[in-house]
């Protein structure tokens, strides 16, 4: 099976063995495939100790990182990290996305004039990384001459080794095996501008660079970095395409919505996240967003201790994935695990995307709450501006890139209703 495949297979399994762990083999390699919350809870946070990280596909294509490491090199990687990620100044985000949401929504109408029928990925990539690299390192995206395309054609043919198992190669297709070392060496060369003096020393930047000269810790700057990119813009943008796709699915919600943002803006516009925050039935857009499309479908975990999990032996050895598209359509959880819901249980239990969709334990998305705060100021700042509509009712077909696409693109037009 070619790894892009393999999110219409998870949805495939969600819907025909609804509420299962599965026993399942991937190019010739058994796995256990998690659908239910339980023993996905036991797995990433009861025995968390019992199973490491599964990444190696992730690390051979974009670096050894804090995504992709256990044990001690996990450890000196977050503390690198973790404190200003969970620590940023929300209004200073909110401003920042707002601002950048503005300008993306500017674009998006522009393209749709000329004709567009799918909403331009490379516009929500960079609206996202622009707010990520101004909030960490204090300077704007533009301003790094980093091209965005090749870090996405990375994150493509890096994700065609997700499912090969070490040593078989072969069943790779030749295009990934033929780009990926040239791409990698172009991308990490991009990287290096945060070595120099154009980036201002902040103390998160001054922190990795000082771990990066310091051979014992094993830290590469770009491989942190990159990972930094991937993990934390490449998802949020995905979020906002799907959330954007939702959107022009129900036109009554989007007016509510809208409506909402329209009450809500003069003060966000003085008061910014305080205001913000106020905006339930958009909080539970993006919960909902999250659970019926995760942009990371799945987590990999190899068990290193034996196990008992749903009345079977789990051996040192095997290999675990956690499908978060299983978990969050599970029937046991909500009447209705298929369709989009905006009542206020719809944001609670085990199963709600803004839960789940995270991860938890102690692997727990590092950037969790930034990329919600990013979130509703993103999808505020856009429904002021634009007005969406489907171009197509075609069921989506996924197409996986280290997060989950929708393959051709989401079938959206947009609408300036500024005028
Ligand atoms: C909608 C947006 C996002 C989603 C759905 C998401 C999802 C995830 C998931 C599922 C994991 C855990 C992977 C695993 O256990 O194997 C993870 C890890 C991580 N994410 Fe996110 N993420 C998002 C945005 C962000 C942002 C904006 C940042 C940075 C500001 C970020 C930083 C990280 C980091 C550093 C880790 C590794 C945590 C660790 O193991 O120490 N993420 N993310």
Partial sequence: MRSTDFCNSLYRYAREQNGSNLDIELNGVPVLLIQRHEEADHILRVRSSGYRKNMDWFRQALGASRFSEDGEAWRVRRALTHDYFTQFDRERTTALACRYADEAGRQLTANSTRGA????????????????????????FADTGIDLDRIADLMEYGSAYS?????RTDALYGNALRRLPALRRQVLQDLQIFRSSRVPAGTMLTGMLQADSNRDTGVVLE?????FFAAGAETSAATVGWALYLL????????????RARELAPRVSVDGWRALSEFGELATLISETL?????????????IEADQIDGRTVAPGQNVLI?????????RHRAEPWTLGLDEQSRRGPTAGS?????????????KQ??????????HTLLLRVRFETTSLEPPRFHWKSQMLREGGQPVRCLDITA
Avoid: K, W
């Fill in 117 to 140: 029928l799918q909403v331009d990925d490379g516009v929500l990539r960079r609206m996202a990384v622009s707010v990520l690299v101004e909030n960490f390192f204090g300077l704007p």
């Fill in 163 to 167: 499912f090969v198992p070490a040593g």
């Fill in 223 to 227: 491989h942190e970095l990159l990972t």
């Fill in 248 to 259: 022009a699915l129900y036109p009554d919600v989007q007016e509510r919505l809208r409506a």
């Fill in 291 to 303: 659970r019926l499309y995760p942009p990371t479908p799945i987590i990999a975990r190899l068990a």
């Fill in 323 to 331: 499908s978060f598209v299983g978990i969050q359509h599970d029937a």
């Fill in 355 to 367: 839960n789940t969709a995270f991860s938890f334990g102690p692997r727990i998305c590092g950037g």
């Fill in 370 to 379: 930034f990329a919600l705060t990013e979130l509703m100021a993103f999808l």
